[in-house]
């Protein structure tokens, strides 16, 4: 686990937590609730002001999800070029949240499939209910592949300024 402090605080002579990263953690955010109520987020009870006000910042990525032979795909992609709904989410965290911290991941060149035909792979997903599948297989069946991304540094910097861009005019309206 590592802590950061608020550089901004400790000068002012307090101890406060700017963000906290936790190595090798992994937490499953999906959307989930009745097929009346598409788009609700797993998490989305736990996204009040509440319980946010204490957090130093969310850390949020954009991703892509569709159908392969195998199963599924998820590529993270800019902000905004994904198929999850990032921004009805972000839109929410902003409205409850007002002025809290929001950390884009754009990390582009990766994706990953997911062989839901292989028994092995519900070993991780066995409380998960059929609806809720139902639903994932339902966004992927509306998703599509991205194109290939580029690891080079251009790339990146021009990935940066479409997210921020993107980001800049979900806030802003």
């Not at 957090?55 to 994904?82: F, K, L």
């Not at 989410?89 to 809290?100: D, H, M, Q, V």
């Not at 070993?123 to 209910?129: D, G, I, L, Q, W």
Request: glycine share 6%.
């Amino acid at each position: 686990m590592e802590v950061v402090p608020s550089i901004w605080s400790l000068l002012g002579g307090r101890f406060v937590i700017a963000a906290i990263r936790l190595d090798g953690a992994s937490i499953n955010l999906t959307k989930s609730g009745p097929a009346s109520e598409w788009g609700r987020w797993n998490f989305s009870s736990i996204v009040n002001p509440s319980v946010i006000r204490t957090a130093p910042a969310i850390h949020v990525r954009d991703s892509r999800v569709w159908r392969v032979p195998q199963g599924t795909a998820v590529a993270w992609t800019r902000m905004g070029e994904g198929n999850v709904d990032i921004e009805r989410y972000i839109r929410s965290y902003a409205a409850k949240c007002p002025g809290r911290a929001v950390s884009l991941e754009l990390i582009m060149h990766r994706q990953r499939a997911f062989d839901y035909h292989d028994p092995e792979f519900w070993s991780a997903y066995r409380s998960t209910p059929a609806w809720e599948f139902a639903r994932f297989l339902t966004l992927a069946e509306r998703g599509s592949p991205r194109p290939d991304a580029d690891a080079s540094v251009a790339e990146t910097i021009e990935d940066v300024d479409v997210s921020l861009k993107w980001l800049r005019g979900v806030l802003e309206t």
